[in-house]
């Protein structure tokens, strides 16, 4: 059964005559007759009273008429539903981030509502390090990380470049210095997040590397919970630059450089290669290259080579 096969059909039992749909439907009287029998065919009844001269339906034709305005009814709205999509004057973005790089998405959605108010936007948080795999599951189409995930199966843009900031109160004994050394850290007590990452491992590398103590005494869930502990005169801690730029703008807390612990960070968009992306996602990746020129460093977009 086909949809072209209902039309004619619908077309037919709307007349009341073979010969006036043909007029309709711009065919001859033998060719809708013939689309009518194979219709028949295939659904094992007789759909219209041959001996009625008013092109009565049959009991299986009355029924076949009420599910074959529905189907045309769907097919309409499929299309229409179709055509909002390409306008995104509806649509679903489907992200995954973790707390960090999450934060870098925030300035992006806002931007991409404002421009695309219909779409809505979901953003899955999860472990950077189980992104890729849930990628390849298509559980959603973007994610945020900030390593190189297998460049033959994922395409990479970089979007923005960030540091290692170590973060203390304003009422730290260390808030008015210029510069520390990493030597001069050893006595702190460091506040730490209890999430295993490579930024954790960057940290204790380095510190073992300069022979000097890493008293991490306090380990908290999130980063929310560790600044807002370090505002609270207790400690210092080693967060992403981004996570803070909000209360090192407001004063709530104060970064110190650290001289051997400049670590750079890149952050990425990243997709399945052979994704074909929808059209909110698409849209979403215009906006994000607009923040970039808009926006200048740290902001860019580039996309990384599989080389």
């Keep these: 059964m086909e949809l072209s096969q209902l039309e004619t059909f619908l077309a037919v039992a709307e007349e ?10 711009h065919r001859t009287q033998p060719a809708v007759s013939q689309v009518i029998r194979k219709l028949e065919a295939a659904v094992g009844e007789t759909l219209f009273d041959r001996a009625a001269r008013d092109g009565s339906l049959t009991a299986a034709g009355v029924l076949l008429r009420d599910y074959a ?29 973790n707390e960090y790089t999450c934060m870098y998405l925030l300035p992006a959605i806002d931007q991409f509502r404002r421009e695309f108010p219909h779409v809505s936007v979901t953003v899955h948080r999860m472990l950077a390090s189980h992104i890729p795999d849930e990628l390849m599951l298509r559980t959603f189409e973007l994610g945020m ?93 080693l967060v992403p630059h ?12 104060v970064r110190i450089p650290v001289d051997e612990l400049e670590v750079k960070r890149v952050l990425r968009l990243v997709h399945r290669r052979q994704a074909t992306l929808s059209y909110a996602a698409r849209a979403f990746l215009r906006t994000i290259r607009t923040l970039a020129k808009e926006q200048g460093p740290p902001f860019y977009y580039q996309v990384e080579r599989t080389g």
């Excluded at 009341?16 to 439907?25: D, N, P, Q, T, Y």
């Excluded at 045309?72 to 649509?91: N, P, T, V």
């Excluded at 900030?146 to 973060?167: E, Q």
């Excluded at 730290?172 to 930024?199: C, M, Q, W, Y």
């Design 16 to 25: 009341r005559s073979f010969s006036r749909a043909a007029v309709r439907l």
């Design 69 to 97: 305005l529905r189907l045309l009814a769907l097919r309409r709205e499929a299309a229409s539903a179709l055509d909002e999509l390409k306008s995104l004057e509806r649509g679903r973005l489907q992200l995954a981030a």
């Design 145 to 237: 990380i900030s390593f190189r995930p297998n460049p033959a199966l994922f395409r990479t843009i970089a979007v923005y470049g960030d540091s290692l900031a170590l973060i203390v109160s304003p009422s730290h004994a260390l808030a008015s210095a210029a510069r520390v050394s990493i030597k001069d850290l050893g006595e702190e007590l460091f506040v730490a997040h209890n999430v295993t990452s490579p930024l954790r491992q960057k940290v204790i590398e380095a510190f073992q590397h300069y022979r000097t103590p890493l008293n991490m005494q306090i380990e908290l869930p999130t980063i929310e919970a560790i600044k807002r502990f370090v505002s609270m005169g207790n400690g210092v801690a």
């Design 242 to 253: 981004l996570t803070v730029a909000r209360e090192l703008e407001t004063g709530d807390l």
